[in-house]
């Protein structure tokens, strides 16, 4: 018993969803806000887990700034409003 069929799969790259292009969550260093309170508030807010919260937090602490998200803006934004309403800078970009 044989069957031939074709499977067509579309993939779409990272870099464009439809339309929208993929931006950047990008939150930045500032000489205020604790470790724990940027942990604490990339694990409520982005849903990273505490070890990739972590690791972002170094990395915003040590090279100035980390991008802790990928995505489109409507996606994005009420995750940067988020992070800005704990006192934390953040853009999109």
Do not use: W
Request: glycine share 6%.
């Amino acid at each position: 018993m044989s069957t031939d069929f074709d499977i067509e799969e579309e993939i779409q790259t990272g870099e464009d969803i439809g339309s929208e292009s993929v931006r950047d969550l990008m939150v930045y260093n500032d000489d205020f806000n604790t470790f724990d309170h940027v942990i604490n508030t990339l694990v409520k807010v982005v849903k990273h887990d505490i070890h990739q919260a972590e690791q972002c937090t170094f990395l915003i602490h040590y090279k100035g700034k980390c991008s802790v998200k990928k995505g489109i803006y409507e996606e994005l934004k009420p995750m940067r409003e988020g992070i800005t309403s704990a006192g934390i800078k953040a853009s999109i970009v």
